[in-house]
């Protein structure tokens, strides 16, 4: 019976683990006010572009003018208060020199323009905090960047705690992948990690740049990190992936799936087998089976290297039928 067969090659075979993934990107930035209020004006909408410093939104400022003006308003008085006593004491200095007061008037009037002058300094200060704190009621963009989504409106109160926006610069990622603490000790950096689309095909390759000392206690798993460069910004910020964590190759020949069949839970597959005078016989093989990589088996025990392996008319062979091989 003639057959087509292929030789069983020795070929790389990666020892490898699947998971699911999180993106994270390092140039992401969450926008929260850092004061409390209600939102008066939002001057951007969601996918806008914005240059760092740009004005976001703006939280009602009255309030905060209005304790900015007051303490302006005592700051003023405190000046007329402090030239008056300046000049109190260059009068009771002059008076003190012709020996007209007493050197404890002088040092009164010293005392009152020493503590004048604190009192203003205290004043500034008080000013210059309260201008700082009214420059947050204007929420700003930290960096250049793409505006996500706004989730509140004009009236909305907002805390210190409320999200408003997002900021992302495109760019690379990052993957968080969260590894079984059983094969912890398998990890390594820089050890190769695959990101994979939902057909399996590799979208990108990266390695491990961060192993986390810790396990999480909730899942036992242990945090690796791995940097995607996204060019063409086929992903996205928070999105669930699946990453093949490569531990290691070794070699071992592979067979098309076709040419093995299952019985009772045990692999087999034929062989044609060289006999006296050139000619050949099916053997079938016992197979002990490994991963699947693409539409081959790799078989880690039943088949060896240069072995003609059978794969057509499989249906109709029985162990130890004369067959003829065919390339």
Do not use: C
């Not at 420059?135 to 930290?142: E, L, M």
């Not at 057909?199 to 491990?208: C, D, F, L, P, S």
């Not at 093989?285 to 008319?313: F, H, M, R, W």
């Amino acid at each position: 019976m003639p057959v087509k067969v292929i030789d069983a090659k020795a070929v790389p075979v990666h020892d490898t683990s699947e998971y699911v993934a999180t993106l994270k990107s390092r140039d992401s930035a969450v926008i929260m006010p850092q004061v409390e209020g209600v939102v008066t004006e939002i001057f951007v909408h969601s996918g806008d572009k914005v240059a760092g410093g740009a004005p976001l939104m703006e939280i009602d400022p009255l309030k905060q003018q209005a304790t900015v003006k007051s303490l302006e308003s005592a700051r003023a008085a405190q000046e007329a208060q402090l030239n008056w006593a300046k000049q109190q004491y260059q009068r009771t200095q002059g008076l003190a020199s012709a020996g007209v007061v007493s050197k404890q008037d002088l040092d009164q009037a010293k005392a009152t323009l020493d503590a004048a002058q604190a009192q203003i300094d205290s004043l500034n200060a008080q000013v210059r905090e309260q201008e700082v704190q009214l420059h947050y009621y204007k929420v700003v963009a930290p960096r250049a960047g793409i505006v996500g989504d706004v989730p509140v409106r004009v009236g909305d109160r907002v805390t210190t705690s409320t999200q408003v926006t997002t900021v992302d610069q495109p760019g690379s990622l990052e993957a968080y992948v969260y590894v079984p603490v059983e094969r912890s000790s398998q990890l390594k950096m820089n050890a190769p990690v695959q990101i994979l689309d939902s057909n399996g095909k590799v979208m990108a390759e990266t390695r491990v740049s961060f192993i986390s000392p810790q396990v999480d206690n909730t899942t036992q798993t242990v945090l690796v990190k791995a940097r995607i460069a996204n060019g063409n910004d086929r992903l996205r910020q928070s999105q669930f992936i699946r990453a093949r964590v490569v531990w290691g190759t070794h070699q071992n020949p592979e067979v098309p799936i076709l040419a093995v069949s299952r019985l009772a839970g045990q692999y087999f597959a034929f062989v044609a087998e060289p006999q006296n005078g050139n000619s050949f016989v099916a053997r079938q093989k016992p197979l002990q089976i490994g991963q699947t990589v693409g539409n081959d088996y790799e078989v880690l025990a039943g088949i060896k290297p240069g072995d003609k392996v059978i794969v057509s008319g499989t249906q109709f062979l029985l162990d130890g039928v004369p067959v003829i091989p065919q390339s």
